[in-house]
């Protein structure tokens, strides 16, 4: 699904992002802003959690600059959310790893979304 990232930049099926995005197991994908820019609270997380997946994978920029507080991991942990928190270029492979081989296993597309940081 997503093809590739590089520092600010991120190719999700063809077209080109050049901000924080979210991205979802049916390829919606969405402009991701929080408060803070390196911090990863509750809050920012809420739109995520809305659509009740079953994984959240987290990517904390390409040197893992931004911090998810303990709150938004609090948050995820009371909705029964998986979280998985790693820098960028290791979230997006984790993202396409849960989305293909849940396809590949059990026939039935993981619901993940994916929240990624795309500079520093």
Same mark, same amino acid.
């Given at each position: 699904m997503i093809e590739e990232y590089r520092f600010g930049k991120m190719m999700i099926e063809g077209d080109e992002y050049n901000y924080d995005v979210e991205v979802d197991w049916e390829g919606e994908v969405l402009e991701?802003?929080? *408060?803070n /820019?390196?911090?990863i609270d *509750?809050? %920012?997380i809420e739109r995520a959690l809305e659509k009740e997946p079953e994984i959240i994978v987290v990517g904390t920029g390409e040197s893992g600059v931004a911090q998810v507080t303990e709150d938004a991991k609090q948050k995820c942990k009371e909705a029964g959310v998986e979280l #998985? #928190? %790693?820098?960028t270029?290791?979230?997006?492979?984790t993202f396409n790893v849960i989305c293909a081989e /849940? +396809?590949?296993e059990d026939g039935e597309q993981a619901e993940v #979304?994916? +929240?990624f940081h795309l500079t520093c």
């Open positions: 991701w802003t929080r *408060k /820019s390196h911090i *509750k809050e %920012d #998985i #928190i %790693d820098i270029e290791e979230a997006v492979k /849940s +396809l590949e #979304i994916g +929240l």
